[in-house]
């Protein structure tokens, strides 16, 4: 497949009384983008977390014990987007879920589904002082590329974005696409992601898709306050924008945003853009370092 329509989530934290809301909520999300023909559809990290909110204000409000409690209705989260991808036949990133270990940590693991269930999944590898020092997520170690009917792609949960050697080994197994769901509360979290995204566009020259959590929840202790905008950047080059933005979300609701992405398109600008910031990328590690 050369061509491929996606679409990225900006997207809202509910709260529900009743898991059947959820169902609901998710099922009318994934209806929409299906009806506008996307093929991709990627969800946020954490965005798993308004499930917390079934479990009381003693348990949504405590950062471990939701943790803990939300593991009971893992398998029926994971169960829904199977149900979701075969229903609509499209490819879906769930939402990020903190997923326990038999070690007894937990994992932010994004997974990624198809009509046959399960593609892959990827564990956020780099974590942020919020994860290591007060909800005590631990860090995956595997960097991934998942092969899909649509090419193979890589995932960057939030805060790999800013470390180029997670993109860049995707990459340079043949990955196309870079999915980054991201959760942020402060408007320069979310600018530091947007910039890590536009810079692994633009040195891969490649798609990033990056779908953030959006507004206010003040119920939850976890994800009270989310901050972004859907995006889909792209390499800076000849046939893409100027700015590397293909498209974005508006500042002011919860939506998708959609897109049509050629990934012939890519292999193009990297034989005959007007620079050649993949090819050229070994170059740097040529150079003399400073002597001093």
Excluded at 97 to 117: E, H, I, K, M, T
Excluded at 140 to 161: F, M, S
Excluded at 175 to 182: C, E
Aim: aromatic content about 12%.
């Amino acid at each position: 497949m050369t061509t491929v329509k996606a679409a990225v989530a900006q997207y809202d934290i509910s709260f529900f009384s009743h898991w059947s809301e959820f169902e609901n909520k998710l099922t009318r999300w994934v209806k929409q983008a299906a009806d506008h023909q996307a093929k991709l559809l990627v969800l946020p990290e954490y965005a798993s977390m308004e499930l917390a909110s079934l479990f009381g204000e003693t348990v949504y409000q405590d950062l471990t014990q939701q943790l803990h409690e939300m593991q009971a209705v893992y398998p029926a989260y994971q169960d829904l987007y199977q149900q979701l991808a075969r229903q609509f036949d499209v490819i879906i990133l769930a939402g990020s879920f903190p997923v326990l270990q038999p070690d007894g940590s937990f994992r932010n693991r994004a997974c990624l589904y198809g009509v046959d269930g399960l593609i892959d999944y990827q564990d956020k590898l780099i974590m942020t002082r919020f994860e290591n020092e007060q909800w005590l997520i631990h860090a995956g170690h595997e960097i991934k590329v998942i092969d899909t009917d649509i090419g193979r792609l890589g995932i960057n949960i939030c805060y790999d974005t800013e470390f180029p050697m997670i993109a860049r080994q995707q990459v340079e197994k043949g990955a196309n696409l870079i999915l980054a769901p991201s959760c942020t509360d402060t408007e320069a979290g979310f600018h530091r992601v947007r910039i890590g995204c536009q810079a692994r566009a633009l040195e891969n020259q490649c798609y990033v898709l990056h779908s953030p959590t959006f507004g206010e929840a003040d119920w939850s202790e976890a994800v009270d306050i989310n901050t972004g905008r859907a995006s889909i950047y792209t390499p800076v080059d000849y046939g893409f924008p100027d700015n590397g933005i293909l498209v974005e979300a508006s500042e002011s609701m919860p939506q998708w945003v959609y897109a049509e992405l050629d990934i012939d398109k890519i292999a193009r600008v990297r034989e005959e853009g007007q620079v050649f910031n993949y090819r050229d990328w070994p170059l740097q590690n040529q150079l003399q370092p400073p002597t001093k």
